[in-house]
């Protein structure tokens, strides 16, 4: 009889250890319908160059955890995880994540619905086996419309309340077509927590480069107006 209560503390939820690292980060990545299949491409070939880049890994490995756990998710109407929460702690397991990028079909298509994209990344942090040190969604976009779901604004509040960071990176591809200033909207609307920021840059290789600024200043949790940042950036520019 004993042995069959153990067996049943054991695979209850309860028995279950959660991981602890330093970071949770939701990437959370446009992929509504002003996105078309290469440029969906090519921000997932950024994002996995980014998280295997050697500061990005050095980074990491110099958190408090040594370690930060790591999803990808793509938004437009609904939203889609392309890659599920992966502990990243090193070069292998990094690698692991960016090659799991490479190759899932696209999830979501249609138009715009960043309230419900911010809250689906509160969701996702909420709803896992991770305790983290630091708790952020990185949202990036090429746009303000929110054509479906709830308020940017209300979403943006209901995310910081629950103490998570929200920080952008705004695609400037189209700004000259939009009629407004897209990285002062987002530093507005969007972004919000300890530490936030916002981080424009355009399509192409500058892209490319972002993220991996952005990614380091995030596993850092430090900002670009910081010594710390511009120490990593520094190392950044070496490992190229």
Known sequence: MRH?????FLASPLAA????????????????????ADEL???????AVAITDPAVVNAIQNTLYGSIAVTYVEWAETQATVVDWTVIADMDSAERFAAA?????????????????????????????IRGFRRVIDFSGDTMANTFGPPINAARDEVVAAGITINALPIL????FLGYDLTQAYEENIIGG?????????????FT???????????????????YA????????IAE
């Open 173 to 176: 591809r189209n700004d000259r």
């Open 17 to 36: 250890q959660s991981v602890e690292t330093d970071l949770e980060l939701v990437l959370l990545a446009d992929a509504s319908g002003s996105i078309d």
């Open 4 to 8: 069959f209560i153990l067996a049943l």
């Open 194 to 206: 300890p530490d936030a920021f916002v981080m424009p840059a355009r399509s192409g290789p500058e």
């Open 41 to 47: 491409a090519f921000q997932r070939q950024s994002y």
């Open 230 to 237: 511009s120490i990593l950036l520094d190392g950044l520019q």
């Open 101 to 129: 990028l490479i190759g899932p079909p696209r999830g979501v298509v249609g138009r715009n619905a960043i309230g419900w994209a911010l809250l689906y990344g509160k969701e996702k942090i909420e709803t896992n086996d």
């Open 209 to 227: 480069e972002a993220v991996k600024r952005k990614l380091i200043l995030e596993i850092a949790g430090t900002t670009p107006q910081t010594d």
